[in-house]
């Protein structure tokens, strides 16, 4: 198996950012891409401040920032990006047309050895992967958000995903300081379906009145120690995410357990969605 040296994230929003931040301080050689340039700079400036901030708290050395940016380059096309890279991790918005289209990118760009990882939390990555010369190359990496903080790794495998490329995918998320888990390429896979199902229900809760937010969100983290309640996590991943990731698995698995609740769809129509709009179920400041 061939040793992976050299990351190419494609995305530089929350998730792409932070595994290029993630994939940097562990010492991979790291390419972020963004189609758009303003949002790659965006991007790059914030990994540069976050790693600042470490510094001040003392939970990283100055010299460790220095190496880890030094190791962080952008690249002004994916072409560029992919060039002699070792593992390609898209991380673009849960559109699986999008996906399709860029894996076809990513497939052409990049080397002939090169591991394709999406960062799908809910799509089919065989469908993904079903477009390019290599599925058996090609594998989920499901990150967590926030990337640096999170332990767990969510590694799927497609239809046609190799043992060598799961192994490697294994071997890149202990590098990175993860904890992996390996799921068959089902709807939702395990963290998903069953974090999707719970917040559902929460929210089904809120509308009929059991219980306020804060307490059903307690009820969870104080009697089942969760550590954060399945509304507030649901506003900090955007209840916009959770409305197309439950539409997904309704229409996947035909379970009107995962059909979306009113109350979700209206707050999506009004705009309120979670802690990138300023207001949820909790309302949050800027």
Same mark, same amino acid.
């Given at each position: 198996?061939?040793?992976?040296?050299?990351?190419?994230?494609?995305?530089? @929003?929350?998730? @792409?950012? @932070?595994?290029?931040?993630?994939?940097?301080?562990?010492?991979?050689?790291?390419?972020?891409?963004?189609?758009?340039?303003?949002?790659?700079?965006?991007?790059?400036?914030?990994?540069?401040?976050?790693?600042?901030?470490?510094?001040?708290?003392?939970?990283?050395?100055?010299?460790?920032?220095?190496?880890?940016?030094?190791?962080?380059?952008?690249?002004?096309?994916?072409?560029?990006?992919?060039?002699?890279?070792?593992?390609?991790?898209?991380?673009?918005?849960?559109?699986?047309?999008?996906?399709?289209?860029?894996?076809?990118?990513?497939?052409?760009?990049?080397?002939?050895?090169?591991?394709?990882?999406?960062?799908?939390?809910?799509?089919?990555?065989?469908?993904?992967?079903?477009?390019?010369?290599?599925?058996?190359?090609?594998? @989920?990496?499901?990150?967590?958000?926030?990337?640096?903080?999170?332990?767990?790794?969510?590694?799927?495998?497609?239809?046609?995903?190799?043992?060598?490329?799961?192994?490697?995918?294994?071997?890149?998320?202990?590098?990175?300081?993860?904890?992996?888990?390996?799921?068959?390429?089902?709807?939702?896979?395990?963290?998903?379906?069953?974090?999707?199902?719970?917040?559902?229900?929460?929210?089904?809760?809120?509308?009929?009145?059991?219980?306020?937010?804060?307490?059903?969100?307690?009820?969870?983290?104080?009697?089942?120690?969760?550590?954060?309640?399945?509304?507030?996590?649901?506003?900090?991943?955007?209840?916009?995410?959770?409305?197309?990731?439950?539409?997904?698995?309704?229409?996947?698995?035909?379970?009107?357990?995962?059909?979306?609740?009113?109350?979700?769809?209206?707050?999506?129509?009004?705009?309120?969605?979670?802690?990138?709009?300023?207001?949820?179920?909790?309302?949050?400041?800027?």
């Amino acid at each position: 198996m061939r040793a992976l040296e050299k990351i190419t994230v494609i995305g530089a @929003g929350t998730m @792409g950012r @932070g595994i290029a931040q993630s994939a940097a301080t562990s010492g991979f050689e790291v390419r972020i891409f963004d189609a758009d340039a303003a949002a790659l700079a965006r991007g790059t400036a914030a990994i540069a401040d976050v790693l600042a901030t470490l510094v001040e708290k003392g939970k990283l050395l100055p010299a460790e920032r220095g190496a880890a940016l030094a190791r962080l380059r952008p690249a002004v096309s994916i072409g560029e990006g992919a060039a002699g890279t070792d593992l390609v991790v898209e991380a673009v918005p849960e559109d699986l047309e999008l996906k399709r289209r860029l894996f076809r990118e990513i497939d052409e760009a990049a080397p002939a050895h090169a591991i394709l990882a999406t960062n799908t939390s809910s799509l089919s990555v065989t469908r993904i992967a079903s477009v390019t010369r290599r599925p058996g190359a090609c594998v @989920g990496m499901h990150f967590f958000n926030p990337v640096p903080v999170m332990p767990l790794l969510e590694i799927v495998r497609g239809e046609s995903t190799s043992e060598e490329t799961v192994a490697a995918a294994v071997e890149a998320a202990r590098r990175l300081g993860k904890e992996p888990i390996v799921v068959r390429d089902a709807p939702g896979f395990a963290t998903s379906r069953l974090g999707v199902l719970l917040g559902l229900e929460a929210i089904r809760m809120l509308e009929q009145r059991v219980a306020s937010a804060e307490d059903i969100d307690k009820a969870m983290t104080l009697g089942y120690r969760h550590p954060m309640g399945p509304l507030r996590l649901t506003d900090l991943v955007g209840l916009d995410v959770r409305l197309a990731i439950a539409e997904h698995l309704h229409h996947e698995l035909g379970s009107d357990a995962f059909a979306p609740p009113e109350l979700l769809r209206r707050m999506v129509g009004e705009g309120r969605l979670g802690k990138k709009s300023g207001e949820g179920f909790y309302r949050w400041e800027s």
